[in-house]
């Protein structure tokens, strides 16, 4: 399995720009890298994906160096809203032979966003 | 409908009892998980459909855990004889194709289990 290592718990201020970072050293050649978001009393939802280098969209960027064994979720300007958890996940894991995978979320990483 | 769709939303039972709990995914998704979470925790994987099988049950925790699929649409986890452990909110989600990872997974709002 390829496991993910996240910060716990970041906080930040409205308006500053949060970088997650996501450890993943024995990532394999055909795994991507997801990330999700969870609100409380909500399930996830998927903000971006990546394989190699710089992938950004309208919620966020997501940088992944040469060697992929550690990605950076970047969030621009954060407001209050984006305090949630954010689950780095890589794959694929769990393959049984049959063709199935899992998706295996971490613990996650919980940012709380401070007016 | 638009989205994952789970029902029950909440769901109190008595300690000993069955429980079913149901999964209506995204029109067209041949792929299917369930995962649990525990208070203040991560995502616990279940199981896994590609269309009506389940190549993987390794997360089920217990034979008292057992889910199906039919018409690759609806599925139904059941736990039969609730423990106080079970209490959880279980997530259903769907994708397009099964995995790997590069394949965005829509979740429901989940279920919320209490055993009293």
């Known amino acids: 399995l390829a496991k993910t290592t996240q910060p716990i718990s970041m906080d930040?201020?409205?308006?500053?720009?949060?970088?997650i970072?996501?450890?993943?050293?024995n990532i394999a050649t055909n795994d991507y890298i997801t990330w999700y978001q969870q609100f409380p009393s909500q399930g996830p939802r998927f903000i971006i994906q990546g394989y190699k280098t710089k992938v950004t969209n309208?919620?966020?960027?997501?940088?992944?160096?040469?060697?992929?064994?550690?990605s950076t979720l970047s969030l621009?300007?954060?407001s209050l809203s984006d305090t949630a958890v954010y689950y780095c996940l890589v794959g694929d894991v769990g393959y049984s032979g049959a063709?199935?995978?899992?998706?295996t979320f971490g613990k996650g990483t919980k940012l709380s966003v401070i007016p | 409908g638009a989205g994952v769709s789970q029902s029950?939303?909440?769901?109190?039972?008595?300690?000993?009892?069955?429980?079913?709990?149901?999964?209506d995914p995204i029109s067209g998704h041949t792929a299917l998980y369930w995962y649990r979470q525990r208070l203040g925790?991560?995502?616990e994987f279940l199981i896994y459909f590609q269309g009506n099988s389940a190549p993987d049950k390794s997360g089920l925790p217990s034979d008292r855990f057992s889910a199906e699929r039919t018409g690759e649409s609806v599925s139904t986890l059941t736990i039969q004889r609730t423990q106080q452990e079970d209490s959880a909110v279980y997530l259903c989600a769907s994708s397009l194709n099964g995995p790997p990872l590069n394949t965005e997974a829509f979740f429901g709002q989940g279920t919320r289990l209490t055993v009293v």
């Open chain 1, 76 to 78: 621009p300007r954060v």
């Open chain 1, 58 to 70: 309208e919620v966020a960027s997501l940088f992944i160096p040469a060697d992929r064994k550690s």
């Open chain 1, 21 to 25: 970072t996501c450890s993943h050293n």
């Open chain 1, 12 to 19: 930040s201020y409205e308006g500053q720009e949060v970088n």
């Open chain 2, 41 to 43: 925790q991560g995502l």
């Open chain 1, 99 to 103: 063709g199935s995978y899992q998706l």
């Open chain 2, 8 to 23: 029950p939303s909440n769901k109190v039972t008595e300690k000993g009892k069955d429980v079913e709990l149901r999964c």
